[in-house]
């Protein structure tokens, strides 16, 4: 019985290093909305036009109360709020298809797209 007790912390402490190791393997992107009508979505400096399938950290710099940056695709639905400014991640699992992000307020000028293959 003492030995199950002495590796219970074992376990945890490997389930943290496990998921947090999954977490950094994750490609970056950065999305930004404001503080003009621009909204962005860009892997380093370059825009985002097309993606492999897989596991993305998305960070959202809203710089403007009068926009949001909302994304939506195959199992992704995910937006910032209108009113409020700030920095936003998203752990996100991107599948085949089109996405598309856009400001809701604005959304007819404020708009961009990419597919994942």
């Given at each position: 019985?003492?030995?199950?007790?002495?590796?219970l912390?074992l376990?945890?402490?490997?389930?943290i290093?496990?998921?947090?190791?999954?977490?950094?393997?994750?490609?970056?992107?950065?999305?930004?909305?404001?503080?003009?009508?621009?909204?962005?979505?860009?892997?380093?400096?370059?825009?985002?036009?097309?993606?492999?399938?897989?596991s993305?950290t998305?960070?959202?710099?809203?710089r403007?109360?009068?926009?949001?940056?909302h994304?939506t695709?195959?199992?992704?639905?995910?937006?910032?709020?209108?009113?409020?400014?700030?920095?936003?991640?998203?752990?996100?699992?991107?599948?085949?298809?089109?996405?598309r992000?856009?400001c809701?307020p604005?959304?007819?000028?404020?708009?961009?797209?990419?597919?994942?293959?």
């Amino acid at each position: 019985m003492s030995r199950r007790l002495w590796a219970l912390p074992l376990v945890a402490a490997l389930a943290i290093v496990t998921s947090a190791t999954v977490a950094q393997g994750a490609t970056r992107l950065n999305g930004t909305v404001g503080p003009g009508f621009t909204i962005t979505l860009k892997k380093g400096n370059t825009k985002v036009t097309t993606l492999s399938a897989g596991s993305y950290t998305i960070r959202i710099s809203d710089r403007a109360s009068s926009h949001n940056f909302h994304l939506t695709g195959p199992g992704v639905n995910k937006k910032t709020s209108v009113s409020a400014t700030g920095t936003t991640t998203w752990n996100v699992r991107l599948r085949p298809g089109t996405y598309r992000y856009v400001c809701d307020p604005h959304a007819s000028m404020m708009k961009g797209s990419f597919r994942v293959r």
